[in-house]
T-cell receptor, first 113, second 111 residues
Framework: DQQVKQNSPSLSVQEGRISILNCDYT??????FLWYKKYPAEGPTFLIS?????DKNEDGRFTVFLNKSAKHLSLHIVPSQPGDSAVYFC????????????FGPGTRLSVLP | IAGITQAPTSQILAAGRRMTLRCTQD?????MYWYRQDLGLGLRLIHY???????GKGEVPDGYSVSRANTDDFPLTLASAVPSQTSVYFC??????????FGEGSRLTVL
């Protein structure tokens, strides 16, 4: 059973609108969460992270929200741009140790001009 | 700065053959990792190494081996490839921040 779930395999959004990507996890020991972005034929690149002591973290157009009681996090992209079209992976870890990270299956975001 | 370099970029090989995927980093990171990416399953950890001379098993280690003779290199070996090992393989490293830096991937097809 997957410990990190991204139930939407794909999402399409108009340029300029908000993109909301969702991620659910089952392991209550997870306390560090990251989002990675992946373009075709490239490796994933780090986007933004949040630890369980916070419920929100912002970096420019990207904001991650964490709801610990619901075991849910979301990534908001405002405003969405065509260059944001990529696959987004959610990852969770118990402690900030690389070998502990568990990745979700990814959501493919398409931002339409 | 190259970061993580993987080779080959892609490879087709016959089942039963031995294959080594190479990974080199120039960031002097202590920790390195090998993941495989399969559709619908995300990235799954195969093996990792927290420092030169040590290695550990990840979620899907069977059929794979690794070595970490020095800080920079972390090769992944398939001793006898099987079709289920057809995948895209990503090498990654991490420093004190814990953030993973990934290579561009090696696409492997086993026939």
């Amino acid at each position: 059973d997957q410990q990190v779930k991204q139930n939407s395999p794909s999402l399409s959004v108009q340029e300029g609108r908000i993109s909301i990507l969702n991620c659910d996890y089952t392991n209550s020991m997870f306390d560090y969460f990251l989002w990675y972005k992946k373009y075709p034929a490239e490796g994933p690149t780090f986007l933004i992270s949040i630890s369980s002591i916070k419920d929100k973290n912002e970096d420019g157009r990207f904001t991650v929200f964490l709801n610990k009681s619901a075991k849910h996090l979301s990534l908001h992209i405002v405003p969405s741009q065509p260059g944001d079209s990529a696959v987004y992976f959610c990852a969770a870890s118990a402690g900030n140790y690389g070998q502990n990270f568990v990745f979700g299956p990814g959501t493919r975001l398409s931002v339409l001009p | 700065i190259a970061g993580i370099t993987q080779a080959p970029t892609s490879q087709i090989l016959a089942a039963g053959r031995r294959m080594t995927l190479r990974c080199t980093q120039d960031m002097r990171h202590n920790a390195m990792y090998w993941y495989r990416q399969d559709l619908g399953l995300g990235l799954r950890l195969i093996h990792y190494s927290n420092t030169a001379g040590t290695t550990g098993k990840g979620e899907v280690p069977d059929g794979y081996s690794v070595s970490r003779a020095n800080t920079d290199d972390f090769p992944l070996t398939l001793a006898s490839a099987v079709p289920s090992q057809t995948s895209v393989y990503f090498c990654a490293s991490s420093g004190f921040t814990g953030e993973l830096f990934f290579g561009e991937g090696s696409r492997l097809t086993v026939l």
